[in-house]
């Protein structure tokens, strides 16, 4: 009902942070640290 996918990649800590809002709740946020 509405595939939104957000990312916000910081360059300072090199962390990529992705938002899903296929899973139909709040939306999950994935954070992997490089």
Avoid: P
């Avoid at 910081?10 to 709040?26: K, M, P």
């Amino acid at each position: 009902m509405g595939c939104q996918m957000t990312i916000f990649l910081n360059s300072d800590t090199g962390a990529v942070v992705f938002f899903s809002g296929d899973i139909g709740q709040l939306g999950l946020g994935v954070i992997f640290g490089f």
